[in-house]
């Protein structure tokens, strides 16, 4: 090695667009990739190296007992699906399917196992796509249960909140003929999810789809037809209040009993972690309890989402309805008029697709109202949370 030209220790390779890659040849006398004769060659050269750093700004070295990191376009292709809008011009949701190329020099599959290493290798590419397209679909990957599920949203990378496997638990429970209304994950709590990743482990017949809404679209068009009252509600906050029964009851689309909600049966420990969420409890005689929040904002701006201002509230949802309601914080009654057409524009605004099994949706929760549509059984649909 010692004497030996830049030229017989490296060739340049200009196969990365932006890039310049030192490829280390494979020498009989320097064993190849031997990583002595790697540290060799830098140090006799050292000059012309920084030289190359400082004309390139980035050096990618390969053969050299060095992987090259992989890049997005090597797991993933861009896909459609039905009902997919354009908002913003992006496009809700993003789908993303397994790509034909390689990865790292490997073959990719669709198998859950390559979709785990894509994300890994790409955690604040996705969180970008995420926080874009409010909404990411993985599609064709082949994710079978809890427990695959559970390993691709840990390589995510982002802290979980909550569980069938790990940080998995089963969406909403009530009966699948009723439908689950639209709402950002947890809104009414202090510490809600940033992330809602939902996993189709079993596709419904009919219906079941989980219809999704970009939340800045209903702020804008609730400040077209009623700005003054868009604008009175937000100074003046919101209250709500729920009735939560004892137990769980999943005949009832009230679903999970404030034992279940609080993870305990102790009313003193329950109130105690009631409050922590920013939550009165107020206990009735029959052994349910009724949950008092407030006051809450209906809009919300967050970091990082264009200064949109997110429709960050309940009220369609709750307001009039017989086990909880929805009013301004200072107890004043909510028009019926306003109520009902912010409920037409949900729905105008909203997107949804057929589940498929497999499927993996994630959703900004600062971003996007979601719901469950009626639907027949079997269905079967795990979520995890994430901050």
Not at 192 to 202: D, G, N, R, T
Request: with cysteine.
């Amino acid at each position: 090695m010692e004497g030996a030209s830049k030229d017989d220790q490296f060739i340049v390779d200009e196969r990365i667009e932006d890039q310049k890659i030192i490829d280390a040849k494979q020498l009989k006398e320097t064993g190849g990739d031997d990583y002595t004769a790697l540290m060799a060659a830098l140090n006799a050269n050292k000059e012309w190296l920084q030289a190359k750093v400082s004309l390139n700004n980035a050096l990618f070295m390969d053969g050299m007992g060095t992987s090259p990191s992989p890049r997005p376009s090597d797991f993933f292709s861009v896909g459609e699906c039905e009902g997919q809008k354009t908002i913003d011009g992006e496009q809700m949701p993003l789908v993303l399917t397994p790509s034909s190329t390689t990865a790292g020099g490997k073959d990719c599959t669709s198998s859950h196992e390559a979709l785990v290493a894509a994300l890994r290798a790409n955690r604040e590419w996705l969180q970008g796509k995420v926080v874009a397209n409010s909404a990411v679909l993985l599609r064709g990957f082949d994710v079978r249960d809890a427990v695959e599920f559970d390993a691709v949203v840990e390589a995510m990378g982002w802290p979980d909140i909550r569980h069938v496997h790990g940080r998995i638990w089963t969406a909403n429970e009530g009966p699948l003929e009723q439908f689950v209304y639209f709402h950002h994950e947890m809104v009414l709590i202090k510490e809600f999810p940033e992330k809602v990743i939902l996993f189709c482990e079993v596709p419904p017949p009919e219906g079941g789809e989980t219809p999704f809404v970009p939340s800045f679209r209903v702020t804008e068009r609730a400040l077209e037809e009623f700005p003054e009252m868009v604008e009175e509600l937000d100074a003046k906050g919101l209250r709500y209040t729920l009735t939560a029964l004892s137990k769980n009851d999943t005949k009832s689309m009230r679903g999970r009993g404030w034992e279940d909600a609080f993870g305990t049966s102790d009313k003193t420990e329950a109130e105690k972690r009631a409050k922590a969420l920013g939550m009165d409890l107020e206990w009735l005689p029959d052994g349910s309890v009724k949950t008092i929040m407030g006051p809450r904002t209906l809009t919300r701006v967050f970091p990082g989402r264009r200064g949109r201002r997110m429709w960050f509230n309940t009220v369609v949802g709750m307001h009039g309805k017989e086990v909880s309601s929805a009013m301004a914080a200072d107890g004043t009654e909510i028009p019926e008029e306003f109520v009902q057409r912010i409920g037409e524009i949900i729905e105008e605004e909203s997107i949804q697709f057929r589940w498929r099994r497999g499927d993996i949706l994630i959703l900004d929760n600062l971003a996007t109202l979601h719901a469950r549509r009626p639907s027949l059984p079997p269905r079967r649909i795990l979520v995890a949370t994430c901050k």
